[in-house]
C-alpha cells in the first residue's frame, strides 16, 4: 500500500524531470466562488496531465532490466501519453493498446510519442487478451492507470508541492478537490497530505452519474457506475474505485462531490478566460465543484486540481460558448 | 532613464503581489522549432498579462499622497487591467479613458475591477483633452503605458527572473524573443538581461506592417507604422517605439523580427494545444517567430515571451482553425 515513504521517494526520483506546477488564482474566479480558490495546475504538466507522475514513478521503480524489456499500457488518453514519454526518456519500447476508433490525432500523438501503438476493435477483440499475448511474448512490463502502489506514490508527489504551496500562500485548512477517475491522483495526493498538511481534506470530484468513488465513500464499499460512456468527462469515466486505491480514499478523503457537464463545461470556459489555462471537462470537475458547490465546501479557502488539459477543438469549442460575454 | 538598479527596486515592491511566472516547454513546440523552446508564460499573471508588473511599479513608487488622489490612464485592454489592479490594491481611485466603441466585456471587466471608466468616442472627442482636464480637476496622475522609466522598470523585473530561470535551465546563450508594441516590456527585460545574463539577446518581434521597433532599430532612429489598425494582434500596435524605450531598445537589442497574422494565430493554436496556455494573437508574436522563423535565430535554444492571454471567444475560435488535427 502506498505510504508517504514511497510517495518520497517517488519525488526524489522524479524531481529531475517532472514540472512543480504552479498553484495558481484568480480574483474572478474567487468572486463567483465566494471564497478564495488555489487551482494546481496540472494541465501544465509534461503531457498535459498529472499522469506523466505516475508513469515515471512507475518505470523508475522498475528492475533497470525488466524495465529495459519494455511496457505496455491500455489507454487512448492521458495515461498512454505519460507512458509513453517515460519510456522515451528511458529509451525502452512503450506499446500502448488502443481502439480502432479512437480519434485519429490521438493516435498519431501516441506514436509521434515514439510508442507503438496496436490498434484493436473494440466490438470483436479484448484488449486484454492481447495485451497478454504481446506482454509473454516479448516481456513488456504493464503499467496500470491507477491500481498500482508506485503509480499512485508518483500522482502523490503532486501532493507533496500541494502542502508546499499551500503553506506558503498560508493555508493550513481547507478541502482539496480533486478530480477522480479510478481515484490513483485522489488516493495519492490523500496520503500526502495526510501526513504533511492534516489541516487539507481531500474530496474526490467526479460527473453526475459517474460518482462511483462518491457513493462507494458514502456505503463504505466499492460501487460501480451504470455505464462506462455518457459524459463529457471522458478522461474520469471508469467503472469502480480501483482495489487498492479504495482503502486509502475510504482513510482519508471527506465526501465526494459531483458536477453536471454544463458546469464542467463552464469551469473549462472560466479557467480559459480568468485563468488563461486550458483544462479539459474532466480535468475541471474539481473547479467546477468550487465554483458551481461551494454550499457543500468549507472554510475560506478551497484548493481545486486543474488534472489535465487534452481536449479536442470541438469540445474547447463548445466550452467557450459558455464564456462571459 | 530606467537602470538595473531600478529593476532591482521594482523587484522588491513587486515582491508580495506579482507572480513569479514558470518558464514552460513542450516537446511538441521544440520539433516544430527545431531547437528547445522556453515559453515564458506572463499570460498567467495577474490580470492575463505582464501590464500589473509595470503599473504597480510605477504606483508603488508614487509618493503616498499623490498616490492617494488616485491614477489615470487611457486603455482598453491589458494596461488598464493592469492599473486598475494594482489602484484597487492600494485602495486608491482609477479613472481609464476607453473608446466609447471598446468591447462592452472589456468596460465591464475594468468596471469589476473597481476602476472608474469615463468613456469618449473616438471620431468627435480627444481622450488627451478629457484625460488632462479629470486629472487637474481632481490631481490624478497619469500612469503611462511605456513611455515612463518605472512602468519599464516593473516589466523589466520579468527580465530577472529570465535570467534565473534560463540558468536553471541550463541556458547561457540564447535569443530572446519579446512581443512588442511601445517597448515597455521588451526595453524593461533587455535592461535587466544586459546586466544579469549577457549571453541572452533580446530582440522585439511584431506583426508584418507594424514593425516600427524592427524598422527603427535597423534605422537607427524611431519609425512610425503606417497604420494603427488591421492586424488581429492589436495588444501590440502602437504609432512607433516609445522616447523612453527606444534608446534602450538601440543599445541592448538584436534585429526585430516581424510575424504574420496567420502565423500568430497558429501560435496560438500551438500553446493550446501543447502547452495548456491561453494567448492572445498579440501575445503569441514571439512564440511564432520561434515556431516559423528560425531561420533567423541563433543557437540551440530560443526564449519567448508570451506577454498575454486576454483574448476574446471569437478571436480564440478562428485561431483553433489552426490546430492540430
Tied chains: 1, 2.
Excluded at 498500482?148 to 493550513?172: N, R, S, Y
Amino acid at each position: 500500500m502506498t505510504s508517504i515513504a514511497m510517495i518520497e521517494a517517488a519525488a526524489e526520483r522524479l524531481a529531475p524531470v517532472v514540472r512543480r506546477t504552479p498553484l495558481l488564482s484568480s480574483d474572478w474566479i474567487d468572486e463567483i466562488a465566494g471564497r478564495r480558490v488555489f487551482v494546481k495546475a496540472e494541465c501544465l504538466q509534461h503531457t498535459g496531465s498529472f499522469k506523466f507522475r505516475g508513469a515515471w514513478s512507475c518505470l523508475s521503480s522498475l528492475d533497470a532490466g525488466l524495465r529495459a524489456r519494455g511496457v505496455l499500457a491500455y489507454s487512448s488518453g492521458n495515461h498512454a501519453q505519460g507512458v509513453a514519454r517515460a519510456a522515451r526518456i528511458f529509451g525502452v519500447p512503450a506499446v500502448i493498446i488502443m481502439p480502432r476508433d479512437a480519434p485519429a490525432l490521438k493516435i498519431a500523438n501516441t506514436r509521434a510519442m515514439g510508442a507503438e501503438v496496436v490498434l484493436y476493435d473494440r466490438a470483436t477483440e479484448s484488449r486484454e487478451e492481447i495485451g497478454a499475448t504481446i506482454s509473454a511474448e516479448r516481456g513488456l512490463t504493464l503499467v496500470r492507470p491507477y491500481d498500482d502502489a508506485q503509480v499512485i506514490a508518483g500522482q502523490g508527489t503532486a501532493g507533496l508541492e500541494i502542502a508546499e504551496q499551500a503553506a506558503e500562500a498560508g493555508v493550513t485548512a481547507a478541502d482539496v478537490l480533486v478530480c477522480c477517475g479510478g481515484g490513483g491522483l485522489t488516493s495519492g495526493i490523500a496520503v500526502a497530505l495526510a501526513d504533511r498538511a492534516p489541516g487539507l481534506r481531500v474530496r474526490p470530484c467526479e460527473p453526475e452519474g459517474f460518482d462511483d468513488a462518491t457513493r462507494s465513500l458514502a456505503a463504505g464499499k466499492r460501487l460501480a457506475n451504470p455505464a462506462l460512456s455518457g459524459s463529457i468527462c471522458d478522461a474520469i469515466l471508469t467503472p469502480s474505485p480501483g482495489e487498492i486505491t479504495f482503502p486509502l480514499l475510504a482513510r482519508h478523503c471527506g465526501p465526494g462531490l459531483a458536477v453536471s457537464d454544463e458546469e464542467a463545461l463552464t469551469a473549462v470556459a472560466l479557467a480559459w478566460s480568468r485563468m488563461k489555462l486550458v483544462l479539459e471537462p474532466g480535468g475541471a470537475v474539481a473547479l467546477a465543484a468550487a465554483l458551481f458547490h461551494g454550499d457543500k465546501i468549507e472554510g475560506d479557502s478551497v484548493i481545486a486540481v486543474a488534472s489535465g488539459g487534452n481536449v479536442d477543438a470541438e469540445v474547447f469549442r463548445r466550452a467557450l460558448d459558455h464564456a462571459p460575454n
